[in-house]
């Protein structure tokens, strides 16, 4: 009965992990990338790079891209345009910058512009830098020659660069950051990243210590220097939205590392003219995004010198009308005129219902819409159009009384583009307390043969700007399941509306996730062709993330409620608008997902079960020595992890240590910056941290332990068996003692010669075969304590190798990837660890007796406890660490083994007696 409860309890946390995983991997919205094509066949022509250069870097290489008559002329490396360096990023393709040449070139044609661009894309040989952070420094040595040879290749140009713009995607913008930090390195010759789905803040996986310090010496220069070496650089990351699983958002923001006036932080459903969510690769190749970046490329060049502007407020006042605020314009406007002069020949029409509509297949002439804004109750106006024209709407005082002026401000810069990507729809929203000496609002309708339609409404703000308090957990489940079928709150929009704005109070945790349907019910004819459809936009403040739905009139409308960053002022509250047809009434319903907050948890803390699973393993190796040492056996390691592994021996004693290493006392000692400080921290700084996590967590962890404890147990036990029938005898040669022990020197000199993880692998086979036999010796004596001991502290032991070998795959990957290069993995961040595992591993089972060492379990629990407490605080982001602790763990499961075994060898006789 006991092991059904268990299986249940694990069926259930395998259950919770699978459907956030799928929820992770199939619940977003469909790819509306559109692909980038080539007009020609795309060409990567290579860079010769110097003897020294390709003897230091012999896996990587430098190409300029070209197409058709173009590449013909860049062969000749007698360059002319602007160099842009493309840097691949986690095994990334020199190939990717395809998409971003091809349209700037494209556009440079069109455009009939007097500069263009020159392409460069660096080939790391699809080096795995987000698994292997001991490639990342060859990386960043490697770029920082091609940024030299780049600009060398000018040297017989008409109008010579000074700077290269660099184009990073995934850990490519790291590297592009990483630049600064060469002591070498000139700051000026780059002034201009912009990054792809990098995870700036931390890594993805902090899977060895060259990544953590990578990363820690990158952040940490960028936030002491900023403001002064690097306050000419100007930084934009994007991320990709919802169906980037690999790299959320909240990781590729700038908060924190990059002072705002230097860096922006945005999202690809969020950019103006985008609105797409883009896969992790398809960030490179999505049209939407490339043709935005591209627009902004082309805006920051000074044409007066034809080169990337100087001036770093310019650039980023471009990256903020293409990244952030699109105004609406084509093109991006430098500066507003602030007072228009009206045509007195123009044709004036009055407007003086609440809601209207202008709509037009084509305008004749110059057409001015003037709306009255002297209202007793209404207080605000919105208006929605298509006009193309950069001064499209302002606000005057009409002298005269019959709504006509001859000057007005000009309100036009205060438009936001929105969706549908394919139009030049935008949005105002004027405060009509703030233009109190005004009468009227004008809009400003061009000539034109193209169709045009403009919608304004006028109303009384606390009319239609709602608030609506969003469940909390225990009342999702007290009203479940009408809260996830019916929805938590009903909301009717009637018609003649264009505007509700929905104030969503209490979503303040990572783990809500909601869906907003919206519903058209009573629709009047419409014209055909003509704003059929609406709009809901989920506005968070100071994240950038905002997501946006449109949909057709006869289609319903959904959008996912939830937040793809955490570290945000909550004190502004997060919004729903939505953009209506007046011609219709909506029903609004909030209904609760309960398969998306699996999604948020598996998407935000995921990384975090491997730290809590070992620790859960651990407690149960304490219990295993603990009952060595009193009762004389060695249970098993699922009824070890049953009697010891309850969260109260483990979570508060690592949760008060926590609030002391909280302390601003403690961390001023410490140093904030110097990594001493246990994970928790930068799970509070990312707004993460949550006072149920880590029993949250660990419960999960044991539930996955559980399971794998036990199909591990079943699954030697039934190997064991297939082995003695088909061999008729035990696995291992009767030469036992010879073979291990010259196996396990093999293990030591390929860890320590070649590959840290090879080593590993040898001894985590040495292992299971010393399961195998070990249970072909206990199935002869079931009542043999002694080799039941020896078997189920064996399994433990293979267990903490899987782990250990699981988390150094990635070294032994690159190692083979790279071994026509060379036999030996350098910068191999397992060789030390991996020598210790099998060092640690290769006296536990040659001393062959866990019952010896009884006598000095105790003490060696009280070690593994610490290193449990170690792991709960410092292994969960820092996943490396784990390969620190399993070596000490299994060292500390031998030591009473050696120890017992060194007391009772006997003495050896003088030879002079």
Request: aromatic share 10%.
């Amino acid at each position: 009965m006991a092991l059904l409860t268990k299986l249940l309890f694990s069926g259930v946390c395998i259950a919770v992990l699978l459907y956030g995983i799928l929820d992770v991997l199939t619940n977003y919205e469909q790819n509306k990338c559109h692909m980038t094509y080539m007009f020609e066949q795309p060409e990567y022509l290579e860079i010769p790079l110097s003897k020294a250069i390709k003897e230091k870097f012999p896996r990587y290489g430098l190409y300029v891209y070209g197409e058709g008559p173009y590449a013909r002329q860049v062969e000749k490396l007698n360059l002319q345009g602007i160099p842009v360096l493309f840097i691949p990023g986690n095994s990334g393709s020199h190939k990717q910058a395809r998409s971003l040449g091809s349209v700037s070139l494209r556009r440079a044609m069109d455009k009939r512009t007097h500069f263009f661009f020159n392409y460069f894309t660096v080939d790391f040989n699809e080096d795995l830098s987000a698994l292997y952070g001991g490639v990342l420094q060859d990386e960043t040595e490697f770029v920082h020659s091609c940024i030299k040879k780049i600009l060398r290749l000018y040297k017989n140009a008409e109008n010579k660069p000074s700077t290269v713009i660099l184009v990073g995607h995934s850990m490519g913008g790291m590297i592009a950051r990483a630049l600064f930090t060469l002591p070498d390195f000139d700051h000026t010759l780059v002034n201009t990243i912009i990054t792809q789905s990098t995870p700036h803040q931390i890594p993805v996986l902090s899977v060895d210590s060259y990544m953590a310090s990578f990363y820690r010496n990158v952040n940490n220069y960028w936030r002491e220097f900023g403001a002064t070496n690097l306050s000419h650089v100007t930084v934009v990351s994007t991320g990709g939205g919802h169906r980037d699983y690999q790299v959320r958002n909240s990781l590729s923001s700038l908060k924190g590392i990059i002072d705002p006036a230097r860096g922006i932080s945005s999202s690809t459903i969020s950019m103006p003219k985008a609105w797409v969510s883009t896969d992790h690769l398809c960030a490179v190749w999505c049209k939407e995004v490339v043709m935005a970046t591209v627009r902004a490329i082309f805006d920051i060049v000074d044409t007066s010198t034809n080169q990337v502007s100087t001036d770093a407020n310019y650039r980023m006042n471009v990256f903020r009308h293409h990244f952030l605020s699109h105004s609406g314009s084509r093109s991006y406007t430098r500066s507003w005129t602030k007072e228009l002069t009206l045509d007195p020949s123009a044709t004036w029409v009055m407007e003086k219902g609440l809601t209207w509509e202008f709509a037009r297949d084509q305008v004749n002439e110059q057409t001015y819409i003037s709306i009255p804004i002297e209202r007793q109750r209404e207080d605000t106006f919105v208006a929605v159009s298509d006009i193309e024209s950069k001064d499209w709407i302002c606000v005057c005082k009409s002298e005269t009384g019959d709504g006509r002026c001859k000057k007005c401000k000009n309100l036009s810069k205060y438009g936001e583009a929105i969706p549908p990507s394919d139009s030049w729809r935008k949005v105002v929203h004027v405060n009509l307390k703030k233009h109190k000496s005004m009468t009227h609002v004008i809009i400003m309708v061009p000539r034109t043969k193209e169709k045009v339609e403009v919608m304004g409404d006028i109303y009384r703000r606390d009319d239609r700007h709602l608030s609506y308090r969003m469940p909390g957990f225990i009342d999702m489940i007290m009203t479940y399941p009408e809260s996830v079928t019916q929805g938590t709150g009903v909301l009717t929009l009637f018609n003649d509306t264009l505007f509700y704005d929905l104030h969503l109070l209490n979503m303040d945790q990572v783990l809500k996730a909601f869906t907003v349907k919206l519903e058209p019910k009573k629709c009047s004819a419409v014209t055909p062709d003509l704003h059929d459809g609406y709009m809901m936009k989920l506005h968070v403040p100071e994240s950038n993330e905002d997501a946006f739905s449109f949909n057709k009139l006869s289609e319903t409308g959904y959008l996912q409620v939830k937040l793809q960053s955490v570290n945000i002022d909550y004190s502004s509250n997060i919004r729903l608008q939505v953009y209506t047809d007046p011609s219709c009434t909506y029903q609004l319903k909030i209904l609760v997902s309960p398969v998306q907050m699996l999604g948020q948890f598996v998407r935000f803390y995921g990384t975090l079960l491997p730290g809590f699973m070992v620790a859960v393993l651990l407690m149960g190796v304490m219990h295993q020595l603990r009952c060595m040492a009193k009762d004389g056996i060695c249970p098993a390691l699922l009824d070890a992890i049953e009697a010891n592994g309850k969260p109260y021996f483990i979570i508060p004693i690592a949760m008060l240590l926590n609030f002391i290493f909280q302390l601003p006392v403690t961390q001023h000692a410490l140093g904030e910056d110097s990594g001493m400080l246990p994970d928790t921290r930068e799970l509070t700084i990312q707004g993460l941290m949550m006072r149920p996590l880590p029993l949250l967590l660990y419960l999960i962890a044991q539930g996955l332990v559980n399971f794998q404890c036990f199909v591990i147990d079943i699954g030697m036990k039934f190997l064991s068996r297939v082995f003695g029938i088909l061999c008729s005898c035990c696995p291992l040669p009767s030469s036992e003692g010879r073979v291990v022990p010259a196996f396990l020197v093999l293990a030591l000199v390929l860890s320590g010669v070649l590959c840290g993880t090879l080593g590993l692998v040898i001894c985590y086979f040495i292992c299971i075969v010393k399961v195998l036999r070990t249970y072909h010796v206990l199935r002869q004596d079931i009542l043999d304590s002694g080799v039941q001991s020896r078997y189920n502290l064996y399994l433990t032991s293979l267990l903490l190798l899987m782990w250990m070998m699981g988390l150094n795959l990635p070294p032994m990957i690159v190692w083979l990837k790279n071994i026509q290069y060379s036999i030996i993995l350098y910068n191999d961040p397992t060789w030390l660890t991996s020598i210790l595992c099998i060092l640690a591993v290769g006296a536990l089972l040659l001393c062959d007796d866990p019952l010896s060492g009884k006598d000095h379990y105790f003490s060696t629990c009280i070690g593994v406890y610490i290193l449990t407490v170690f792991l709960v605080l410092y292994g969960t982001l820092s996943t490396y660490r784990i390969s620190y602790v399993i070596p000490a763990t299994i060292f500390l499961m031998a030591v009473p083994q050696v120890v017992s075994k060194l007391k009772s060898s006997p003495p050896q006789k003088d030879r002079n007696m």
